[in-house]
Nanobody, 123 residues
């Protein structure tokens, strides 16, 4: 069964950092773009970053540019999201999802959603 599993979330103080992981099982990530999304209580799901299958194209939402860095290690079948300078407004459940080859601004075009990992930024 193809699925993605997120990990690395937690409680962190403002200004802190976390590295989220998105690991694939049941399929290889080599040919898939991976998007990171987040959803805060009462808010719509937001795509925060995406990396193409080759790693040559990345996307960041304006709200996270300069603070978040997406990367992939196909040998480990894993995509990472390094999040720095965390702000309380970054608090959300973070999800990863896959689609063939290229990134998209439409979450409906992604599949194999993980269960999410909670990121809470609070002092």
């Amino acid at each position: 069964q193809a699925q993605l599993v997120e990990s690395g979330g937690g409680l962190v103080q403002p200004g802190g950092s976390l590295r989220l992981s998105c690991a694939a099982s049941g399929f290889t990530l080599d040919y898939y773009a991976i998007g990171w999304f987040r959803q805060a209580p009462g808010k719509e799901r937001e795509e925060v970053s995406c990396i193409s299958s080759s790693g040559g194209t990345t996307y960041y939402a304006d709200s996270v540019k300069g603070r978040f860095t997406i990367s992939r290690d196909n040998a480990k079948n894993t995509v990472y999201l390094q999040i720095n300078s965390l702000k309380p407004e970054d608090t959300a459940v973070y999800y990863c999802a896959a689609r063939w080859a290229t990134c998209s601004m439409s979450s409906a075009l992604f599949h194999s959603w993980g269960q999410g990992t909670q990121v809470t930024v609070s002092s």
